[in-house]
């Protein structure tokens, strides 16, 4: 606790005092361009790794980085998805997965999560992501198959997402554009879903191009 004490005195006295107006402008309003949804994994700082300042980003951070689709669970996260769109009018939606992901080792192995009944049940919502790797990835092991299963659960979810009417609306109308990643910890890299080439691939340049109706037809069963 110490440490963060000496953490928000170091900020007030010299982050905060050198950006006052900024702060000032936040204060009254925000208008942030990115939905960053992410894991709530303490090794992933979304701020630190894209370099953006205070209201840049809308950030959701949930175990798993788990969207449910609309029709099976209306909790915390629809309701920021909603906001994010509606009220704030977000231009683009992130879902960042990365390396060594806990939620991903207990769809490997969901009998870790037997005692934490809560946990178990939030966990449903990655049922699709059990199931494809189950049936598609039983040729991988140990790492190999948690990365696949780590990426595959970037898709599924993005998936998830354009079930959202907010998300659908706004895509529709051209208004809004979703991406998925893959943050790798212990290098730093950042990999992103490239719709054309049908994988993830470094994000080094400008950027991928972002999902369209040529990921929308992507038949996730195979």
């Given at each position: 606790?110490?440490?963060?004490?000496?953490?928000?005195?170091?900020?007030?006295?010299?982050?905060?005092?050198?950006?006052?107006?900024?702060?000032?402008?936040?204060?009254?309003?925000?208008?942030?361009?990115?939905?960053?949804?992410?894991?709530?994994?303490?090794?992933?700082?979304?701020?630190?790794?894209?370099?953006?300042?205070?209201?840049?980003?809308?950030?959701?951070?949930?175990?798993?980085?788990?969207?449910?689709?609309?029709?099976?669970?209306?909790g915390s996260t629809?309701?920021?998805?909603?906001?994010?769109?509606?009220?704030?009018?977000?231009?683009?939606?992130?879902?960042?997965?990365?390396?060594?992901?806990?939620?991903?080792?207990?769809?490997?192995?969901?009998?870790?999560?037997?005692?934490?009944?809560?946990?178990?049940?939030?966990?449903?919502?990655?049922?699709?992501?059990?199931?494809?790797?189950?049936?598609?990835?039983?040729?991988?092991?140990?790492?190999?198959?948690?990365?696949?299963?780590?990426?595959?659960?970037?898709?599924?979810?993005?998936?998830?997402?354009?079930?959202?009417?907010?998300?659908?609306?706004?895509?529709?109308?051209?208004?809004?554009?979703?991406?998925?990643?893959?943050?790798?910890?212990q290098t730093g890299?950042?990999?992103?879903?490239?719709?054309?080439?049908?994988?993830?691939?470094?994000?080094?340049?400008?950027?991928?191009?972002?999902?369209?109706?040529?990921?929308?037809?992507?038949?996730?069963?195979?």
């Amino acid at each position: 606790m110490q440490k963060l004490v000496q953490g928000l005195h170091q900020f007030q006295n010299k982050y905060f005092s050198s950006h006052k107006e900024l702060f000032e402008r936040l204060g009254k309003t925000q208008s942030p361009e990115t939905l960053f949804i992410t894991c709530s994994d303490s090794r992933i700082d979304p701020n630190l790794i894209t370099q953006a300042g205070p209201g840049d980003m809308f950030i959701v951070r949930n175990v798993g980085n788990l969207v449910a689709r609309y029709d099976q669970h209306i909790g915390s996260t629809a309701a920021a998805i909603e906001f994010a769109v509606v009220a704030l009018k977000v231009k683009t939606i992130v879902i960042c997965g990365h390396s060594n992901c806990g939620a991903m080792k207990a769809v490997l192995e969901p009998e870790a999560i037997e005692a934490m009944p809560a946990m178990k049940e939030w966990m449903t919502h990655a049922s699709e992501t059990s199931r494809l790797v189950r049936e598609n990835y039983g040729h991988l092991e140990g790492e190999a198959k948690l990365t696949a299963t780590v990426e595959e659960n970037v898709l599924i979810q993005l998936e998830n997402l354009r079930t959202h009417p907010s998300v659908a609306a706004a895509m529709e109308r051209g208004e809004l554009r979703i991406h998925g990643w893959v943050y790798k910890i212990q290098t730093g890299e950042v990999f992103a879903y490239d719709a054309a080439q049908g994988e993830f691939a470094p994000l080094t340049g400008p950027g991928v191009a972002p999902l369209d109706e040529a990921h929308r037809s992507r038949d996730l069963s195979i």
